[in-house]
Each structure stands twice: as structure tokens, then as C-alpha cells.
């Protein structure tokens, strides 16, 4: 079996580091919205990827980590070329896809089934949504967005 390393993050890329827990999203939130402020000139676009960067550090707090004690979070953001790419590492539990429903948008709020609806916005909102797990234990979630040109 062969094992994927997760790639080393580029250097010119803006990165956070710290605990996968609740009270360090304001951090993490102030970081990318001063790093998409200078990377992303559409406001729609920031919003859409601010949206997104709240919610998987929202799910890696809430369901990677679980109950475990939180460990491990790293964001990190950067440009390449035409695009912004940001990267959400931890060493939680990765994501069963399989397990997550498909969000019910059609009910009433009140009737409506938990769950999916997060990875459903990751996936509307961005141009590329990919979830890694690599062999060191770790696990990624791979945001990408195009900001021109495509």
C-alpha cells in the first residue's frame, strides 16, 4: 500500500496554527478575513470563502475531533495564480462521506434532518471542495476558488 504524505504547504502562503477548539475560531476568522482582504478583490467572493473556512473548521472542532480532546489545527491560505486556495489540516477523525446525508432543503425547518447541509455549502460556494486523509494520520479539507480567469 502505498502512503500519500500530505504536501508540504507553500511559503508564501498565510498560516495559523493552534487548537481545534471553539473558542480559537475568532482567531482563525480574523486571519482569513485580513488574508482574503488582500488576496480577494470580489466582497462576494471573501464572503463565500469566509462562509466556507467557518464552516470546516466548524466541522473538524464539532466531528473530527468529537469527543476527543482537541488537538491539532492548521489553516492555511494562499494564491496560486488564478486562484485562492485554502487548506483546513488536522488529526481528527476524517470525514465518511458515505455517512453524511444529503442535506434536505425541501422541508420545513423544523422537520428538517441534521446533517450534510455544511459540506453542501462547501461544495456551492467553492469551485473545488476535496477531503484528503494521508498516511501520517493526518486529514485535509482543500478548498479552492477561483477568483479570475476560468
Not at 37 to 51: A, F, G, M
Not at 69 to 98: C, E, K, M, N, Y
Amino acid at each position: 500500500m502505498t502512503r500519500i504524505e500530505p504536501p508540504p504547504i507553500p511559503a508564501h502562503a498565510h498560516m495559523l496554527a493552534t487548537t481545534a477548539c471553539l473558542d480559537q475560531l475568532p482567531a482563525v476568522m480574523d486571519l482569513a478575513q485580513q488574508v482574503l482582504e488582500t488576496l480577494v478583490p470580489s466582497t462576494t467572493t471573501r464572503y463565500e470563502c469566509l462562509t466556507v473556512v467557518d464552516e470546516s473548521i466548524t466541522n473538524v472542532i464539532l466531528h473530527a475531533y468529537g469527543d476527543m480532546d482537541p488537538g491539532a489545527l492548521t489553516v492555511a491560505i494562499w494564491r496560486d495564480g488564478p486562484r485562492v486556495i485554502i487548506s483546513v489540516r488536522h488529526r481528527g477523525q476524517p470525514p465518511d462521506l458515505r455517512a453524511i446525508p444529503a442535506p434536505d432543503l425541501t422541508s420545513d425547518l423544523e422537520h428538517r434532518r441534521v446533517g450534510g447541509l455544511g459540506i453542501y455549502l462547501m461544495q456551492r460556494l467553492m469551485d473545488e471542495v476535496h477531503f484528503i486523509s494521508y498516511g501520517d494520520g493526518s486529514s485535509e479539507t482543500r478548498l479552492v476558488k477561483w477568483i479570475e480567469g476560468r
